[in-house]
């Protein structure tokens, strides 16, 4: 993939002064640009290679104060004619909006190192034998692990390339890598899986054989598993849990939802909502984050944000439109996931703070309880509501000790509830893509069985 | 293929679509796209070489079958000769007005009545969101057994979310139509209809008390939508899942695995479904397909590799999101064949339990067969009549378990469509069922314990297998 975008800066510049010929008072062209490498083996065989490369262009404009998108990946003449003309159009189907503004030129950090080169001088040939690494650990950890539902190495390599009619034309481009395996434990009838993930920017830090021995003996540990008496429960979440959690909270962070009435967060900001080991931290600039870069969707120059800080909301996420409307200045939260979509507001490298304690202690301190490794039907959570009553599993606690393997049970509650119930976090930040949690400690929940 | 591939095959697709989004009593956007890509698939055994591009130049396409020529382990350069013949369409799919001859400002009224609508019901509805979208799919499909299709869908989707507010409390409401059809479709579901059920919907939750907890009765009303039988059997029946070992469901052909009273059939040929379609991604001839027939298990879904494995015909079943994807055996319209009772009668024969009018999305892990749903709409039953109405409810299971457990089937047919999730890739489905009876099923909600006891008296974002699907708000 190549780091210079003269042909990618012509077109986008091209589009913004021919929306603006034809009567946009103002426009914003977004390339992307994006390879795929995949690849998944099973019983140490190669099962599915996947080699892809897409590019497209998106355009935003405003006639007036009507806003109008459309996308396209016909990059020829024609088809950029066409783009600019279907753009023009829909903004005339759409209402009149005050606050369509967009950001002007700005410095960029630089020296993110967002892009490791070594994943394209690595011979495809080294990601198949770290994919057979992974299930080659995962299998052979115990005799009981007898089958591979995944296990694959994935690698993303992109290029974003922006212009808009106050002058402003920047690119970038960025990679990431990543691991997945899960795997299927069996004993008496008794199916379990266990899942383990990691994705990094750099390729050699990707570490086969621990994902694929923490797959396993999360498959392995569950055997046995039984559904469990209702209760409540004090709860300790590992980290993807937590994530699962924390994933329902964030959306309520973003100021379009507090504009529009349907984040639980609108009337909080300066008000405590959780305790102080709790602070939600949302950095564009994370050395090693996935979403890391110079600016957000629409050009402005991304940056660490606090949301959560010591158990009071602190901010909000903006981009340009939400900022023209609060008042305020954007955060550089402007989130767009490819040239198919208009920037909305969204995280970037978002996660939990951790703490100081060993999970091992946060375990201990509980002395019974539950200890919870898999949610199952998080995405049927209500974010606007905040009530959430999801499938869960993972292992009581008895005695400050891991004991019997628990599953087929619910846990249900309020999102504000579980926020304010954090009680410790553990020293293990560990992120699943770009949203991150460490072990927390949650005061009491409903269980049921 | 001259060099020893087993089969190769063309994909190419041109995506028109639209969308428009109505939020804040606003258009806010209206966007439409145009999207053309190639997806080159070669097997080798049991390998699985797939590339996809979007740039259409000969030497982009040539450097594409030579990478994937070469990620299945062939010397590229060779060639081969195949007879394409076209396969005849093997049932009409009827579209009346096809949304890419109508302006923009029509579905941009369509939208406006639903929010109009929405927001004129109450004044506690304080937020309405409307979404509608259109897709114009063409594809081409040519492989190296001769097959050659050329096929066109049309699909329409109109979803209506409000969000209503009183006394502290934000409830939410929504409702989705959908189908491979024209706008013809609001003629039939019109918008008004579907912002009213939304918008009631959120209204009912702000009175609603908090679900019970704990193992209770369970009827699910026809109306409620079919998420049940998608994550209880219809996931654990898809051919790939169950030759990999990673269903409950393998092994068990010709044995029982449901109640007799249960059948169940995956269907791409019924008119204006959401799942329907004539040719599925490999241009194999859409079909319906009987998966349990009277509780004994009688078939699962096939694409044409996983066919291949077992010398058998495909069913169909093999689909993919879009030129970016491989196909996978996917569900289409998925349903549990209405039965002999009527279903008043069911749930004047259940004394204590919950009545789920509206299922939302869910989940199941097709490894050991544990699902979960969400009910968006439930009331509790007590003596044989609906009484208040709950929120909050999720309801788990185990896929067998549940199914053999069906004691009451009812007469009626319901459906709801959705988007279904499996290995990343999102494909348009509907699923549906009569009124059943489940006499014991874990209810989880947010009503303390305790309480839950006394009131009955008694008693993964891209992980394969674990599914996705649902309402998608």
Not at chain 1, 205 to 225: F, H, K, N, T, Y
Not at chain 2, 12 to 25: G, K, L, N, Q
Not at chain 2, 27 to 51: D, F, M, N, P
Not at chain 2, 390 to 406: D, F
Request: one cysteine or more; aromatic letters at 6%.
């Amino acid at each position: 993939m190549s780091g210079d975008f003269g042909r990618e800066k012509d077109i986008v510049w091209d589009l913004v002064a021919q929306a603006q010929r034809r009567g946009a008072r103002a426009a914003e062209a977004y390339f992307s640009e994006e390879e795929e490498t995949g690849i998944e083996v099973r019983d140490q065989k190669v099962e599915d290679l996947k080699i892809a490369r897409e590019q497209g262009v998106g355009l935003r404009v405003l006639m007036g104060r009507q806003p109008g998108f459309a996308y396209t990946t016909d990059l020829s003449g024609d088809g950029l004619v066409r783009l600019v003309e279907e753009a023009l159009a829909n903004a005339a189907a759409a209402s009149e909006d005050p606050y369509q503004v967009l950001p002007g030129p700005a410095v960029y950090p630089e020296n993110l190192d967002l892009y490791d080169p070594s994943l394209e001088r690595t011979p495809p040939d080294a990601k198949v034998e770290l994919a057979l690494r992974l299930e080659q650990a995962g299998r052979s950890l115990d005799p009981r692990v007898r089958l591979t539902e995944t296990a694959s190495y994935e690698e993303s390599r992109y290029r974003v390339v922006l212009a808009n009619s106050n002058g402003l034309l920047a690119a970038y481009r960025g990679a990431h890598c990543g691991l997945s395996a899960v795997f299927v434990a069996a004993q008496d009838g008794d199916h379990e899986t266990g899942f383990a993930f990691q994705y990094r920017t750099r390729y050699a830090d990707l570490d086969p054989e621990g994902v694929g021995r923490q797959a396993a003996s999360r498959a392995v540990e569950m055997l046995g598993a039984r559904p469990i008496t209702p209760r409540r429960a004090t709860v300790v979440m590992d980290p993807y849990v937590a994530i699962n959690f924390l994933g329902l909270l964030i959306p309520s962070f973003s100021a379009d939802a507090v504009q529009k009435g349907r984040s639980l967060l609108a009337d909080k900001r300066g008000r405590k909502v959780a305790g102080g080991a709790v602070t939600v931290v949302d950095d564009g600039l994370l050395p090693g984050g996935l979403a890391s870069a110079p600016f957000d969707g629409e050009g402005v120059p991304c940056r660490r944000n606090l949301l959560l800080e010591a158990g009071i909301v602190s901010n909000f996420m903006h981009n340009s439109y939400t900022a023209a409307r609060a008042g305020e200045e954007t955060t550089g939260n402007a989130a767009r996931g490819s040239f198919r979509s208009l920037p909305g507001v969204g995280t970037t490298n978002c996660y939990l703070q951790p703490g100081g304690e060993h999970p091992a202690a946060l375990i201990r301190g509980v002395g019974s309880g539950l200890y919870l490794t898999e949610v199952l039907g998080m995405h049927t959570a209500n974010p606007v509501s905040g009530d959430f009553s999801v499938g869960a599993a993972g292992r009581l606690i008895e005695n400050g000790e891991l004991t019997a393997p628990v599953r087929g049970i619910t846990v249900a509650g309020n999102i504000l509830e579980w926020l304010g119930a954090i009680e410790a976090c553990g020293r293990d930040l560990t992120f699943l893509g770009s949203t991150g949690a460490p072990t927390i400690l949650v005061g009491r929940l409903t269980v049921s069985g | 293929m001259a060099q020893g591939a087993d089969f190769a095959e063309v994909f190419v697709e041109e995506r028109h679509s639209t969308a428009v989004v109505c939020e804040d009593d606003r258009i806010e956007k209206v966007t439409t796209g145009r999207e053309v890509g190639i997806g080159l698939r070669v097997l080798v055994g049991e390998s699985t070489a797939y590339g996809y591009a979007n740039e259409l130049s000969p030497e982009a396409l040539l450097g594409l079958a030579r990478t994937v020529a070469e990620a299945a382990k062939l010397r590229g350069g060779g060639s081969a000769v195949v007879n394409l013949r076209r396969t005849p369409v093997p049932y009409e799919l009827t579209v009346l007005r096809p949304p890419a001859e109508a302006a923009v400002s029509d579905r941009v009224a369509l939208v406006q009545r639903a929010n109009a609508t929405a927001r004129r019901e109450d004044p506690r509805i304080k937020q309405v969101m409307v979404n509608y979208a259109d897709t114009l799919q063409r594809v081409w499909i040519a492989n190296s057994e001769g097959d050659y299709v050329e096929d066109e869908r049309v699909r329409v989707r109109l979803a209506v979310h409000a969000v209503a507010v009183a006394g502290g409390l934000l409830q939410t409401g929504y409702e989705a139509v959908g189908g491979f059809s024209g706008l013809e479709l609001f003629e039939r579901q019109p918008p008004e209809e579907v912002a009213r059920t939304a918008a009631r919907r959120s209204l009912l939750m702000l009175e609603a008390r908090p679900a019970p907890t704990g193992r209770m009765p369970v009827v699910m009303a026809a109306e409620a939508g079919g998420t049940m039988v998608h994550e209880a059997c219809g996931h654990g029946l898809e051919a790939d899942l169950v030759q990999k070992g990673l269903s409950v469901y393998a092994g068990r052909l010709g044995q029982p695995v449901a109640s007799p009273l249960v059948t169940v059939v995956d269907d791409a040929t019924l008119e204006g479904r959401f799942g329907s379609y004539r040719f599925d991604d490999e241009g194999t001839p859409g079909q319906k397909t009987v998966l349990i027939e009277k509780g004994v298990l009688c078939g699962y879904m096939y694409d044409r590799l996983t066919a291949r494995r077992e010398g058998r015909p495909s069913t169909g079943n093999g689909r993919r999101e879009s030129y970016q994807y491989r196909p996978l055996p996917r569900m289409r319209n998925t349903y549990i064949a209405p039965g002999e009772h009527d279903p008043e009668e069911i749930i004047r024969r259940t004394q204590r339990g919950l009545l789920v009018k509206k299922m939302g999305g869910g989940q199941v892990n097709t490894t050991n067969g544990d699902f979960v749903f969400e009910v968006a709409e439930g009331y509790l039953i007590e003596q044989g009549r609906v009484t208040a109405p709950v929120r909050g409810a999720t309801l788990t299971g185990n896929g067998p378990e549940v199914l053999r457990q069906v004691d009451m089937v009812g007469g009626d047919l319901g459906f709801s469509i959705g988007v279904c999730g499996k290995n990343g890739q999102g494909v348009p489905v509907s699923d549906a069922q009569p009124t059943l009876r489940i006499p014991s099923l874990v209810v989880g909600g947010t009503a303390g314990a305790g309480e839950a006891e006394a009131a009955t008296g008694g008693p993964r974002d891209s992980l394969s297998g674990l599914c996705r699907s649902g309402g998608g708000r």
